[in-house]
Structures are given as structure tokens and as C-alpha cells.
């Protein structure tokens, strides 16, 4: 079983349009999750983390479901500039140094 | 706002040979990262280093792989006996503290190329 599992997408959404992606992931002493997001051949960029109550950050919203290993990222009024790949992170075992593990990514093309 | 600086961008080495990527992390953190991402893969963990060595490694870190801190600001990826499959980004990231919610940040990565 994948570790952390994503749709890869394409997603080809208008401007404008609510998008939503989501994730689960295998390991349930997972403790810390990130979106992250990544740009055609550059580096992953840290895009929000995720907390268990759920948190929004501006036209983000983060969610996270413990019972179900399942995390969404929810972006509202999207920009041509939210085009990018969207990465699924968890932290394995919880507690620093520890390396993350990253999902596939979901590809997300904001269409004018 | 600070950021890791990764160098060289691009690396292209004949197989066989030694490579070093060096990367400055962020001058606060004290934990640094290795990843590396193939081409239309995902980003892979290979180490992660603290107070001068090594907290853990993935299985793709072998023999093969070393990681030094020689100062106080750089911190190094050596590849010996480089094979055409360890053509990659590679990615130099640091955070910190251990709080499990310090996210990592990342270096823009060295692209090597093993012909």
C-alpha cells in the first residue's frame, strides 16, 4: 500500500472556480501533515500546515480526518497563479529529524 | 525573508565519479535534510542530520552516500561511484526545531546529471 496516495490529476479548473484535492495516507502514528507545493522542475514550497481542527489560510482550507488517514485541501477563488503541482506531506513517526514523506502530487491547471 | 541556498544548480558528472552538492541552510535551524526527486517521481528521503550526525536515513541512503557539516554553515550530499540512476534533484532542506510541526524548508535543488 502507497504511503501517501494522491490523484494525480490533471485537474483543469476555470479561474475563478473552488477546487478540491485529497490525500490519505497509511501510517497511523502520522503525526504532522503539510500541502506543499512544487513548480515545474523547482523546489517544494510550503504551502500550509494541517492541524487536526482544520485551518484556513486566506482562500486555503486544510482538513484533516485521523479516523479516516485522510487529509483535503480546499482553495476557493482560484487563480491563474495556483497553477502547480500540490503535494501531500506527512511527517512518519512524529517529532523532528524525522524525514518527510511525500505523496506523488496532484497537477492543477487554473484555466483563464 | 532567510532561505537554504543549494549549489551548483546543474552538475553533470561521468558515472563513475565523485560527487559533492553543498547546501547553506538557514542559519538558525539545526536540523538538515536530504531528498532527491527523479524525473516525474516523488520526492524521496534519503537523511536527516543533527548536532553532527546522522537521526535517520531511508533505504535508497547506502554505502554509497555520505553527509558532512565540515563548518558551521555548510552542509554536504557526497555520491561516490556515481551510477546513471542516481540522475536526479536533488534537494537540501532544514527546519528548527524537533516540534513535529516545524515545517522544512527547502533549497531550489541541484540538478545532476550522470552521463
Known amino acids: 500500500r502507497k504511503e501517501v496516495e494522491q490523484d494525480p490529476g490533471p485537474f483543469n479548473v476555470p479561474e475563478g472556480a473552488t477546487v478540491a484535492f485529497n490525500c490519505t495516507y497509511s501510517n497511523s502514528a502520522s503525526q504532522s501533515f503539510f500541502w506543499y507545493r512544487q513548480d515545474c522542475r523547482k523546489e517544494p514550497k510550503l504551502l500550509m500546515s494541517?492541524?487536526?481542527s482544520g485551518n484556513e489560510d486566506g482562500r486555503f482550507t486544510a482538513q484533516l480526518n485521523r479516523a479516516s488517514q485522510y487529509i483535503s485541501l480546499l482553495i476557493r477563488d482560484s487563480k491563474l497563479s495556483d497553477s502547480a503541482t500540490y503535494l501531500c506531506v506527512v511527517n512518519k513517526e512524529g517529532g523532528g529529524a524525522d524525514g518527510l514523506t511525500f505523496g506523488k502530487g496532484t497537477h492543477l491547471i487554473i484555466q483563464p | 525573508e532567510p532561505e537554504v541556498t543549494q549549489t551548483p544548480s546543474h552538475q553533470v558528472t561521468q558515472m563513475g565519479q565523485e560527487v559533492i552538492l553543498r547546501c547553506v541552510p538557514i542559519s538558525n535551524h539545526l536540523y538538515f535534510y536530504w531528498y532527491r526527486q527523479i524525473l516525474g517521481q516523488k520526492v524521496e528521503f534519503l537523511v536527516s542530520f543533527y548536532n553532527n550526525e546522522i537521526s535517520e536515513k531511508s533505504e535508497i541512503f547506502d554505502d554509497q552516500f555520505s553527509v558532512e557539516r565540515p563548518d558551521g554553515s555548510n552542509f554536504t550530499l557526497k555520491i561516490r561511484s556515481t551510477k546513471l540512476e542516481d540522475s536526479a534533484m536533488y534537494f537540501c532542506?532544514?527546519?528548527?526545531?524537533?516540534?513535529?510541526?516545524?515545517?522544512?524548508?527547502f533549497g531550489d535543488g541541484t540538478r545532476l546529471s550522470i552521463l
Open positions: 532542506a532544514s527546519s528548527y526545531n524537533r516540534d513535529s510541526n516545524q515545517p522544512q524548508h
Open positions: 494541517v492541524y487536526s
